[in-house]
Nanobody
Framework: QVQLVESGGGLVQAGGSLRLSCAAS????????MGWYRRAPGKQRELVAT???????DYADSVKGRFTISRDSAKNTVYLQMNSLKPEDTAVYYC??????????????WGQGTQVTVSS
């Protein structure tokens, strides 16, 4: 199995920046996708950004141009650089990994979540 550990969340003023990190560990064979989702109070969990093993990137429209996702394959780590933060970005951010085993089983893994709070 795969374990995910997130870091970098915190409190920031509107217009500020944060950088989230998520490191995957455990029995890693092949990571197909890494990325970030978020859940704000009273809302569904939504995609923020993902990056595939082939470097295909997908951003939510609400963050495009402000957030940048990147990956360090050697460290099995994904990053989310968040700039120009807005109060509506306040949410719990969850790291996401889609992993493939040597016997081709694919499974999704989720981090414990890290709180991002943006104040006015």
């Amino acid at each position: 199995q795969v374990q995910l550990v997130e870091s970098g969340g915190g409190l920031v003023q509107a217009g500020g920046s944060l950088r989230l990190s998520c490191a995957a560990s455990g029995s890693i064979f092949s990571i197909l996708v890494m990325g970030w989702y978020r859940r704000a109070p009273g809302k569904q969990r939504e995609l923020v950004a993902t990056i595939s093993s082939g470097d295909r990137i997908d951003y939510a429209d609400s963050v495009k141009g402000r957030f940048t996702i990147s990956r360090d394959s050697a460290k099995n780590t994904v990053y989310l650089q968040m700039n120009s933060l807005k109060p509506e970005d306040t949410a719990v951010y969850y790291c996401y990994v889609r992993h493939r085993t040597p016997w081709t089983l694919e499974r999704d893994y989720w981090g414990q979540g890290t709180q991002v709070t943006v104040s006015s």
